[in-house]
């Protein structure tokens, strides 16, 4: 006679029953990538130009179990509305080698960014969770930020990007 | 050492009080249930295997298989402590009857062993050196984050056996079961019956039909649902479903008939955030809601309700179809919520005594709507356990335990093993002074034997000497004594539930 609930923190993780659809951010953009048309082309030439000076790469280097199939999907977030079930600023994907995937997201203005990350073990480009919504496949963020059983604030995943940033490291679990 | 019939006083004098001398130790009442824990607190030690046990009296030549049980162990280590029985990682243990050698008309060889299972829980902690995860009733501070809720699985509450498959899961109430090794009694991993129940909680107290099925239910507190498990002979999951329900905030057990899964949902709600340590201060007693019967059908789900006076429990016997009606079965925990919160390895000292658990009868009638909740005033049991191939079947055999009134106010508990025999007189055996009874259970005399024909089979805890015994009684004379009992050379952890595996 026990009744022990630990409980997963449903609604902040919102889990869909019949979709089974958890989502840490890390999914596909709503729409695929579409060419860009010349106008925004320039707009965005520009606008790289611009901040070509304070440009910045971010190398996110993410530690896989070895025993664990699957590309690692990473989405990068630039503030904390929308973060992490929003529309991402960009995604990313890595194939792991030897224990560790390393995603890159190049050009980016200084400023500040958090990231999440979750291994797509059966390719289907979500993180998956079971019925109450716990995810099923192994998941992280930015500075290894972690809360009781959901995603972390913004403000715990984000981290300064600039020149010499040096890399993220990302621990699945 | 003996197989004679000794008259039970004497064995239970032999390990009782004689022994005492020569241990050099005595618990005192108030410690009687922590002295059975201290020797499984700390750093993890080798597993218990005790050889051929010394038998008292003459153990049935046709009981042949083992006993698993399961229960709180650890709770302690690295100075962090956890003072609430469910609190403790699991301890498994095995009590194997095995026939002598026919050639030497040897006589039938009991052994034991015992091993804490090795959770992702455990081996993080034991990594760690001390306790990190929060409990049912204790917050750890600087708990680390989880990742889902078998972080904190210490697979410590029942057993479910599929012999068929030679497969034996330990089960917790709110994560996944724990795959074991029914011979080396290892952990070999949690189970995930389908992708999208992976990690979901699948309760401690599944049942298993006369078919082979095995139904089960999982609830997540605060969520509104009560995950349903319909799983086949061959082990393979064959449905799941989700029921959408109010006061499924604390779900203990439940029962099967023929046609139906009975939900009794009482009014203990809660109001925590989950997640964040302890759950067991965030629930509340609603005075103005009923006890919910759900009746739902295991065809098409459909679910009937119905509303009863409020009633707290934990355990069902068992339910069944009868001329119309569903015939429901259980032990009233009229405030469990006292009862949870005082559920220490402690004695209970100053505390208030919780009102008397209460034998139960539910009769529903479906067609008209109309439910009966009845007490024929059995009182002070607990751990009921019914002919395990008659889930949903019509019983009259039950075993029980009962809190003698002579048993020390200090040690919390149960000291006979009771049972119930239809509209015949319960037969009764109490262990006596010291004596802290655990679940006792009922094995058939062979598959197909009428009901209440075999053994009851239970182990107790003798305080004072610090000692496990485990008893076999014939099932239609609890009354008499035990047939034969076999006394252990250390004392076991005070646990929860049991499983009988024929060999």
């Known amino acids: ?173 | 050492m003996t197989h004679t019939h000794l008259p039970r006083r004497a064995v239970l004098a032999a390990l009782g009080a004689s022994l005492l001398p020569v241990l050099g130790h005595s618990a005192e009442a108030p410690d009687a249930w922590r002295s059975s824990y201290t020797p499984y607190n700390g750093p993890l030690k080798a597993p218990l295997a005790s050889g051929p046990l010394p038998v008292q009296g003459r153990w049935p030549e046709a009981l042949q298989g083992t006993l698993y049980r399961v229960g709180p162990a650890r709770r302690e280590l690295g100075g962090v402590a956890m003072d609430h029985w469910f609190d403790g990682d699991g301890m498994l243990q095995a009590f194997r009857f095995e026939q002598g050698q026919a050639s030497t008309q040897a006589p039938p060889r009991v052994s034991h062993r015992g091993a804490l299972l090795a959770t992702p829980k455990l081996t993080a902690e034991e990594a760690a050196g001390r306790l990190l995860y929060s409990g049912f009733a204790t917050t750890l501070p600087h708990a680390p984050p989880l990742s889902g809720p078998d972080d904190l699985n210490p697979a410590n509450i029942n057993l479910l056996a599929l012999p068929a498959r030679k497969e034996l899961f330990a089960l917790w109430e709110a994560g996944s079961a724990l795959a074991v090794d029914p011979v080396t009694l290892q952990a070999q991993g949690f189970k995930a019956w389908s992708p999208e129940t992976r990690g979901a909680p699948f309760s401690a107290h599944p049942r298993v039909a006369p078919d082979g099925s095995v139904w089960n239910f999982g609830y997540v507190p605060g969520s509104g649902k009560l995950l349903v498990y319909d799983i086949a002979p061959t082990g393979q999951l064959r449905r799941q479903h989700v029921l959408t329900t109010a006061q499924a905030d604390m779900v203990h057990d439940f029962a099967i008939t023929d046609r139906h899964l009975v939900f009794l949902l009482m009014p203990l709600q809660f109001h925590g955030q989950p997640g964040m340590g302890s759950p067991l201060p965030h629930y509340q007693w609603n005075d103005q809601a009923p006890l919910v019967v759900l009746l739902v059908d295991k065809a098409d789900f459909k679910v009937q309700r119905f509303e009863l006076p409020a009633t707290g429990l934990f355990h069902l016997a068992n339910a069944w179809e009868e001329g119309g009606t569903v015939q429901v079965r259980f032990v009233a925990q009229p405030d469990i919520l006292h009862a949870l919160r005082h559920l220490k390895v402690d004695g209970p000292r100053s505390t208030p005594a919780a009102p008397a658990t209460r034998w139960a009868h539910i009769t529903l009638t479906p067609a008209t709507g109309q439910a009966r909740l009845a007490y024929p005033g059995l009182a002070h049991v607990e751990f009921p356990r019914i002919h395990p191939a008659r889930n949903g079947l019509p019983t009259r055999f039950t075993t029980l335990l009962e809190r003698s009134a002579g048993m020390d106010a200090q040690v919390q508990g149960f000291d006979t093993v009771l049972t119930l025999r239809g509209d015949q007189t319960p037969q009764r055996h109490r262990y006596g002074a010291g004596w802290i009874a655990e679940e006792h259970v009922y094995v058939p005399a062979s598959p197909g034997a009428a009901e209440g024909r075999g053994w009851v089979l239970g182990t107790a805890y003798h305080w004072p000497s610090e000692r496990t015994t485990l008893s076999v009684f014939d099932a239609q004379a609890v009354n008499a004594g035990p047939l034969a009992s076999v006394t252990l050379p250390y004392g076991l952890p005070l646990g929860l539930h049991g499983q009988f595996v024929p060999a």
Do not use: W
Not at chain 1, 9 to 19: D, E
């Open chain 1, 1 to 173: 006679m026990c009744f022990l609930h630990f409980v997963a923190n449903v609604s902040r993780f919102r889990g869909g029953l019949g979709t089974v659809r958890v989502d840490l951010g890390v999914a596909q953009p709503d729409h695929p990538p579409k060419a860009p048309r010349m106008k925004e082309l320039f707009l965005s030439l520009a606008a790289l130009a611009a901040l070509t000076a304070h440009a910045a790469d971010l190398r996110i280097e993410v530690t896989v179990p070895a025993q664990k199939q699957g590309a690692v999907l990473a989405a990068l977030f630039d503030r904390s509305e929308g973060f992490p079930r929003g529309k991402p600023l960009q995604v990313a994907t890595a194939q792991p080698g030897d224990g560790m995937a390393v995603v890159q997201f190049v050009g980016l203005p200084e400023g500040d960014y958090a990231v999440s990350v979750f291994l797509d073990e059966n390719s289907n480009m979500k993180l998956d969770a079971n019925v109450f919504g716990v995810p099923t496949e192994l998941y992280g963020f930015s500075r290894n930020a972690r809360s009781a059983l959901g995603p972390p604030p913004f403000a715990d995943a984000a981290f300064r990007v600039g020149a010499d940033a040096p890399p993220q490291v990302i621990e699945l679990k």
